[in-house]
């Protein structure tokens, strides 16, 4: 079990937070992007970053190669939804995409949108954790995290439209 702080101050013990947050005992700020049968869309507003998503599976595995056939196709179909709609809704011109199997969660993957900003700390994979601590560390101000809720609100309209 691990013991993890909500924002609310709330404090839970969860075995893994990508299971809490799939099932839906922990309710992740700005709320649930998208949700299909085996795929979970949220921000984690920690990281304050405009149009950042994280897409977690709903089934507890750490690797690529545990997809079943359903979740092979739909992951791939949900992840390039959420990136059209990233694309058409806030404008978003590149994504890195960070995913890591010694996970102490499960099977998530990041979609980090590409600011000018971000290009300070480099221009590949060795600016992520600068760029995602700079946000964190730098970036919580009331206005910032008002366009980080809108942003998410305006994915969340965009993927649930037809
Ligand atoms: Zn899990």
């Known amino acids: 079990m691990r013991r993890i702080s909500l924002s609310n101050g709330q404090v839970v013990e969860v075995d893994c937070l990508s299971c809490a947050l799939t099932?839906?005992?922990?309710?992740?700020?700005?709320?649930?992007?998208?949700?299909?049968d085996y795929f979970h869309a949220h921000q984690d507003v920690a990281y304050p970053i405009r149009g950042l998503i994280i897409l977690a599976s709903k089934r507890h595995i750490k690797s690529f190669d545990e997809l079943n056939?359903?979740?092979?196709?739909?992951?791939?179909?949900?992840?390039s939804r959420i990136?059209?709609?990233?694309?058409?809704?806030?404008?978003?011109?590149?994504?890195?995409?960070?995913?890591?199997?010694?996970?102490?969660?499960?099977?998530?993957?990041?979609?980090v949108p590409r600011y000018d900003w971000m290009y300070d700390f480099g221009r590949?994979?060795?600016s992520l954790r600068p760029v995602?601590?700079?946000?964190?560390n730098e970036m919580n101000d009331d206005e910032n995290v008002k366009e980080v809720m809108e942003a998410i609100h305006a994915l969340t309209r965009e993927l649930?439209?037809?």
């Open 160 to 162: 649930h439209r037809g």
């Open 23 to 36: 099932s839906g005992l922990i309710q992740p700020d700005g709320g649930v992007v998208y949700e299909t």
């Open 124 to 126: 590949s994979v060795e």
């Open 69 to 79: 056939e359903k979740e092979k196709i739909d992951y791939i179909t949900i992840l």
């Open 132 to 136: 995602l601590l700079h946000a964190r």
């Open 83 to 111: 990136r059209q709609a990233q694309r058409d809704v806030l404008g978003i011109e590149y994504v890195y995409y960070f995913y890591n199997e010694d996970t102490t969660h499960h099977f998530h993957t990041w979609m």
